[in-house]
């Protein structure tokens, strides 16, 4: 079986334009989310699918590799899809670029969902963990999602849900965590699909995958990383980078 992950690192960004090439420690975020992906040994290959030659650049001079795309893309996963098309490979793990403190703990949970699943019954996985802090559960930059019994994904917000009508204590919140791990069929398939009119509204990819009544089985972790969205969220990351 082989595993890839693929990076999708496109330069504008309507929150944060050019926020990839900013700097954290001694390297840019997508340099530094490259290694971070490359240094947990868990796939045969990494990959940054870019629309800029800057982001080529850098990753290139590291000795990564580096795809440089063409076209118009709606998200990240089908930037990567058209990148991967002809490629002889199983499942694709899709870290988004902002993720530099993606760890492998999660990253190794998320495959063993796909390689123990022998019948293929599913086809996308990703990850979600815990959130308590009132003013993260209401910030539109925080995607959170809500899951049946048995963990697979009912719906994805960036409004609070589910709607704590009573003011219950005991209501979970889950923040998404945009990484994705499926298998190659799964994710020509979801390219191959225009955008649906929720994930249109929300602004969120794994919505098309819902509309078009597929399953997302939620993995839970405790890891907490820092998606880079905003000057705010840089700033951040700087401060924890410096305590590792």
């Given at each position: 079986?082989?595993?890839?992950?693929?990076?999708?690192?496109?330069?504008?960004?309507?929150?944060?334009?050019g926020k990839l090439l900013?700097?954290?420690?001694?390297?840019?975020?997508i340099e530094q989310t490259?290694?971070?992906?490359?240094?947990?040994?868990?796939?045969?290959?990494?990959?940054?699918?870019?629309?800029?030659?800057?982001?080529?650049?850098?990753?290139?001079?590291?000795?990564?590799?580096?795809?440089?795309?063409?076209?118009?893309?709606?998200?990240?996963?089908?930037?990567?899809?058209?990148?991967?098309?002809?490629?002889?490979?199983?499942?694709?793990?899709?870290?988004?670029?902002?993720?530099?403190?993606?760890?492998?703990?999660?990253?190794?949970?998320?495959?063993?969902?796909?390689?123990?699943?022998?019948?293929?019954?599913?086809?996308?996985?990703?990850?979600?963990?815990?959130?308590?802090?009132?003013?993260?559960?209401?910030?539109?930059?925080?995607?959170?999602?809500?899951?049946?019994?048995?963990?697979?994904?009912?719906?994805?917000?960036?409004?609070?849900?589910?709607?704590?009508?009573?003011?219950?204590?005991?209501?979970?919140?889950?923040?998404?965590?945009?990484?994705?791990?499926?298998?190659?069929?799964?994710?020509?398939?979801?390219?191959?699909?225009?955008?649906?009119?929720?994930?249109?509204?929300?602004?969120?990819?794994?919505?098309?995958?819902?509309?078009?009544?597929?399953?997302?089985?939620?993995?839970?972790?405790?890891?907490?990383?820092?998606?880079?969205?905003?000057?705010?969220?840089?700033?951040?990351?700087k401060s924890k980078w410096?305590?590792?």
């Amino acid at each position: 079986m082989k595993i890839i992950a693929v990076i999708p690192a496109r330069y504008e960004a309507k929150r944060f334009p050019g926020k990839l090439l900013k700097m954290l420690g001694n390297r840019t975020i997508i340099e530094q989310t490259f290694l971070a992906a490359s240094s947990t040994n868990l796939f045969d290959d990494v990959i940054v699918v870019t629309d800029d030659k800057r982001i080529f650049s850098k990753i290139t001079e590291i000795g990564g590799k580096a795809i440089m795309s063409m076209g118009e893309f709606n998200c990240g996963s089908d930037r990567i899809a058209a990148a991967v098309a002809d490629m002889d490979i199983d499942i694709i793990v899709n870290i988004q670029g902002d993720e530099p403190f993606m760890e492998k703990e999660s990253l190794s949970s998320l495959i063993q969902v796909l390689k123990n699943d022998l019948n293929h019954d599913i086809s996308l996985a990703s990850l979600m963990t815990p959130i308590y802090e009132q003013n993260i559960i209401n910030d539109h930059n925080t995607v959170k999602v809500i899951v049946d019994n048995d963990d697979f994904a009912i719906y994805f917000s960036r409004h609070p849900i589910p709607y704590n009508r009573d003011n219950n204590k005991l209501v979970d919140y889950f923040k998404h965590i945009g990484v994705y791990a499926f298998r190659k069929d799964a994710l020509i398939e979801f390219y191959n699909q225009s955008m649906t009119p929720l994930e249109k509204s929300e602004k969120i990819e794994c919505l098309r995958y819902i509309e078009n009544s597929k399953k997302i089985k939620m993995i839970s972790t405790s890891f907490e990383g820092i998606s880079i969205d905003t000057l705010e969220d840089l700033n951040l990351a700087k401060s924890k980078w410096h305590k590792k």
